[in-house]
């Protein structure tokens, strides 16, 4: 079986790199961490790894035991801050299905909102907040979106922070992926546009290793407690090691060339499907992502075509997976990273090309 399911950006660099930085804390006592220190982490390995993540100016930075701990700390800390009354989250209508998830296990519940080519509608964010039971946090990934791929626009992005101030609504902005775009060609944060109401994640270990299991989150001070609480309570401390590792990896220089890597691996795959597929089978532009949002045959229900890939030999993602009401479309998510192998991912690519043309 191909794996075009599995979203993970590898490149080999990355192992070398995160063995060695393991290895010179193993080599030195005073260097290696002899406990857990404060729940968001040590101060010393935070501010080492804020500068790589990009953490606005004012913002406190908090560590966790991974990127979707950190996004549930996230989404709690902002639902805390929000009004009682105001106790809805509102999601755009694809979104990362463990942060559904997530807000289903809680019993959170969510309202989704339409979307076009540059992100999620603000007209309609407008008429939701003007309901009188409006959501108190909004949850969106704006920069290589999962799993349409899109970037929000700097127009767009200002708009959605013009709409929160006023409404008094709380936002958490997933950046998992956000580290494929070239800095240069990204957008502002929400962060930056809005800092005193937003909250950021990130997910280290797609962007240095699956070996650094570690997320990281920043926040407004005024919620630094409620974010320990979470950390705490839940038990989603980032290991001290793991942490310390990262931030070797940070302050050497390593961890920006790795993650360059796969923004330059990123770019070979995507051009291996787009010669492979075509490009109009492309139901949006994929960026700089390791995903691409893919056209399928319409007049086919999911379930038979997700059943004929799988007899073909390739596994996807369907787009019910992503929507947040669980349904269905013709589409579905491609995923570049699933093969480590790019001769592997030819071969699956070319079997998907066989069934989405039968």
Request: proline share 9%; with cysteine.
């Amino acid at each position: 079986m191909y794996d075009l399911w599995v979203n993970y950006p590898a490149v080999p660099a990355q192992q070398a790199a995160v063995a060695e930085a393991l290895r010179g804390l193993a080599a030195d006592p005073e260097a290696l961490p002899a406990g857990f220190g404060p729940p968001p982490g040590d101060p010393r390995v935070r501010t080492a790894l804020a500068p790589m993540l990009g953490v606005n100016p004012g913002h406190a930075l908090a560590l966790t035991c991974g990127g979707q701990s950190a996004l549930s700390v996230a989404l709690l800390a902002a639902l805390g801050a929000a009004n009682p009354a105001r106790q809805r989250i509102a999601v755009e209508a694809f979104t990362f299905p463990q942060a559904r998830n997530f807000m289903r296990l809680e019993g959170i519940p969510t309202v989704g909102l339409p979307m076009d080519s540059e992100g999620l509608q603000p007209e309609a964010l407008e008429r939701l907040l003007a309901f009188p039971d409006p959501p108190g946090v909004l949850y969106l990934m704006p920069v290589l979106h999962n799993p349409l791929g899109l970037t929000y626009s700097a127009a767009r992005l200002e708009r959605i922070a013009a709409i929160a101030r006023c409404h008094g609504l709380w936002v958490v902005e997933d950046e998992a992926y956000a580290f494929l775009a070239a800095p240069e060609q990204r957008p502002p944060t929400l962060a930056s546009l809005i800092p005193e109401r937003t909250l950021v994640m990130w997910s280290l270990s797609k962007m240095l290793s699956l070996s650094l299991r570690l997320g990281a989150l920043s926040h407004p001070p005024a919620l630094a407690g409620a974010v320990a609480d979470q950390i705490r309570m839940r038990g989603l401390t980032a290991n001290p090691v793991i942490a310390a590792a990262a931030a070797v990896l940070a302050a050497d220089g390593r961890g920006v060339q790795v993650m360059a890597e796969k923004r330059a691996e990123g770019e070979r795959r995507r051009a291996l499907a787009r010669d492979i597929l075509g490009a109009h089978r492309f139901a949006a532009d994929p960026g700089a992502s390791w995903h691409i949002w893919m056209h399928r045959p319409a007049d086919e229900a999911e379930a038979a075509f997700l059943a004929r890939a799988r007899e073909a030999g390739v596994s996807i993602a369907p787009a019910v997976h992503f929507h947040h009401a669980d349904r269905e479309a013709p589409l579905f998510r491609l995923s570049l990273g699933g093969e480590a192998d790019p001769a592997r991912l030819e071969a699956g690519l070319k079997i998907l090309a066989k069934v989405l043309g039968e």
